[in-house]
């Protein structure tokens, strides 16, 4: 059985990956320092170790002991806000919390990384749509930059001591097990609505996301680990823009919600529209996101509802 750890395994993208190794035969090691994972998404066929990766003693005690073949490296910092609101801890986590655990990888012969990056606030506000990973890169927002920054170290990594890689640059992911306290759109909305209260929307409600599946996200990663594409960066998102209104919409339609949303001002630092180009996927990869818009946020929203209203 080939080996694979998961850094924030116990997470809304990272425990999803975990089940889909797990169900196709993988020996699967978590680390997760449990600040936003849960202890009820932990898969019990794999083993759970409680480490930072900012704490590199911590994890290379990990490494040393399990010696992983492959890494899926899913744990981060992720909320846009809180990285403008903290920029250090941002930093921190993103960029040195990946240099950490490239240096377990290298100390322990890892044979592959796949880290997990942004797909639109690595960008910034788009010159085109949808985006294609020539894009420029000008991101707005601390989160944006630290996670584009440790994409350098995957890559340097892989130049220096032949690490292989890949770089999967995410759309807005929701879905099942999304924590409402990390704030994306989706899910923030779905556990208002569920306590009837009224959720507030930044700015007009114009704005636009691309937003992916967490399922088919998740089962992408985990067919991807023996592939061996000549690029080794790409977006993985549905190609379709949404805008939040239109999110809030669909779940008043779902849940049969009676009230208006409440405006207030916009986010500084928050892109306007983004869409992304994932042809490169598709014809590297073989990328094809199975569910619908409204499909994934009937999910969401029934998760929510049962797990945190």
Request: proline share 4%.
């Amino acid at each position: 059985m080939v080996k694979v750890l998961v850094t924030g395994g116990a997470g809304f993208i990272g425990s999803h990956i975990v089940d889909f190794l797990i169900l196709n035969g993988y020996d699967v090691v978590i680390i997760d320092n449990l600040s936003t994972g849960k202890e009820k998404n932990i898969n019990s066929r794999a083993r759970f170790y409680l480490a930072d990766i900012t704490n590199l003693d911590e994890i290379e005690s990990v490494f040393a002991k399990e010696k992983p073949e492959i890494v899926i490296h899913a744990a981060a910092q992720v909320m846009l806000r809180k990285s403008i609101e903290d920029p250090v801890y941002d930093a921190r986590t993103n960029i040195f919390g990946t240099i950490n655990v490239l240096e377990a990888c290298r100390k322990n012969n890892v044979k592959k990384i796949i880290y997990t990056s942004t797909g639109g606030a690595r960008y910034g506000e788009p010159e085109y749509i949808p985006v294609d990973e020539k894009h420029s890169l000008k991101p707005l927002a601390p989160y944006g930059i630290s996670k584009h920054t440790a994409e350098h170290y995957v890559h340097a990594y892989f130049k220096i001591y032949g690490i292989d890689y890949l770089i999967f640059c995410f759309g807005n992911v929701y879905g099942p097990r999304d924590d409402p306290n990390c704030k994306r759109v989706t899910s923030i909305f779905s556990y208002m609505i569920a306590r009837n209260e009224v959720p507030v929307i930044f700015g007009d409600g114009g704005q636009t996301r691309d937003f992916i599946y967490v399922l088919d996200l998740a089962e992408f990663i985990v067919n991807s680990i023996d592939k061996n594409p000549i690029q080794r960066l790409f977006n993985l998102a549905n190609g379709e823009q949404i805008s939040v209104n239109e999110i809030f919409s669909l779940l008043k339609e779902i849940s049969g919600f009676e009230y208006d949303a409440k405006h207030i001002d916009a986010i500084p630092g928050e892109i306007r529209d983004i869409c992304l180009d994932t042809k490169l996927a598709q014809t590297e990869l073989g990328w094809k996101p199975k569910t619908d818009f409204k499909t994934g946020l009937r999910e969401t929203f029934e998760f929510i509802k049962e797990n945190y209203s």
